[in-house]
């Protein structure tokens, strides 16, 4: 079965840094476009970033352009996001998110273009 497994997640001071790792299993890792999406506290699900399966092509939503970064090891089945610059309202639980479509890419993924998550890593950015 499809299993996504976040870490990386922590207490990080606003203008700090920190790399969030998905581990894939159970699927062609390598056939699926992957996100990252976020949860703040009380509100809704929140896009951050996609990566085409190739790892060539990428997207980012406004809030995190230039301060975040996705990859992916295609050969370790493994998506990450590298966050630098972090804000307070950066604080959240932060989800892998696979695509359902195989070879299927997006620049602006909606929750309909998603078939799993994660269980999700807490990111807190606070002093």
């Not at 079965?1 to 976040?6: F, K, S």
């Not at 990566?51 to 301060?67: L, N």
């Not at 493994?78 to 359902?100: H, I, N, W």
């Amino acid at each position: 079965q499809v299993q996504l497994v976040e870490s990386g997640g922590g207490l990080v001071q606003p203008g700090g840094s920190l790399t969030l790792s998905c581990a894939a299993s159970g699927f062609t890792f390598t056939g699926y476009t992957m996100s990252w999406v976020r949860r703040a506290p009380g509100k809704g699900l929140e896009w951050v970033s996609t990566v085409a399966t190739g790892g060539g092509r990428t997207s980012y939503a406004r809030s995190v352009k230039g301060r975040f970064t996705i990859s992916r090891d295609n050969n370790k089945n493994t998506l990450y996001l590298r966050m630098g610059s972090l804000k307070p309202e950066d604080t959240a639980v932060y989800y892998c998110a696979k695509f359902q479509r195989r070879n299927y890419y997006t620049d602006y993924p909606v929750e309909s273009d998603y078939d799993y998550l994660g269980q999700g890593t807490q990111v807190t950015v606070s002093s």
